[in-house]
């Protein structure tokens, strides 16, 4: 990457940090182009270089820290090359969120909102960074290497991401009706559930 390119990488991320910390500070709708320019210390001119409004940054911010949470994940889950199955890689990714998510209060304001199978899938089309893979791919490589197939591979994981999403919320941020670290197993068991109910039984051949 040249001066040129990381210069104007820089900027990007520059507004993007700033919205994030502003929209958790203040509320989206309380924080203007002005106040996020205004942070990150660029002309308003610029923003408009790399986002359309501020709709358009919000996508772009939730993707980012999207990204940035399974990529996490999954970067440690490489590391752990004793994890081998693919429903077992999937626990190992979840309870890694969530811990993320409990270490981040602000991850969780921002995201949990959004972590449906629609938004998993169009982060195809806000990629975090350049040439980086999308969260998508890395579960299509994940589901490739399964010693078995699933029937709706994308509906399965549907159903996942609103369940973890959803139930994870309010045990995070306030502890109700238990705190995380009592949800889990009872979140736990229902995904198990949804990935034996969507398992074809038949082992692809080794």
Do not use: C
Request: negative net charge; without cysteine.
């Amino acid at each position: 990457m040249n001066k040129i390119d990381n210069k104007k990488l820089q900027k990007r991320t520059s507004l993007l940090d700033s919205a994030f910390s502003l929209f958790i500070s203040n509320g989206f709708h309380k924080t203007s182009i002005s106040d996020i320019v205004k942070d990150a210390g660029v002309a308003k001119g610029t923003f408009y270089l790399y986002f359309k409004d501020k709709y358009d940054i919000r996508n772009h911010l939730i993707s980012r820290k999207a990204n940035q949470v399974f990529r996490n994940a999954y970067t440690d889950l490489l590391a752990h090359k004793e994890v081998e199955d693919f429903e077992d890689q999937v626990f190992f990714i979840i309870d890694h969120v969530l811990d993320q998510f409990a270490a981040n209060h602000s991850l969780v304001t921002l995201l949990s909102k959004h972590l449906s199978w629609g938004f998993f899938k169009d982060s195809l089309l806000f990629a975090a960074e350049p040439d980086s893979p999308s969260i998508f791919s890395l579960y299509e490589s994940l589901l490739s290497r399964s010693a078995y197939t699933y029937q709706s591979p994308e509906l399965m994981m549907y159903l996942i991401l609103e369940l973890i999403g959803g139930a994870s919320y309010n045990a995070i941020l306030y502890e109700q009706p238990v705190p995380l670290d009592e949800l889990k197993p009872h979140l736990y068991r229902t995904v198990e559930q949804i990935l034996r109910q969507y398992r074809v039984e038949d082992p692809r051949s080794p």
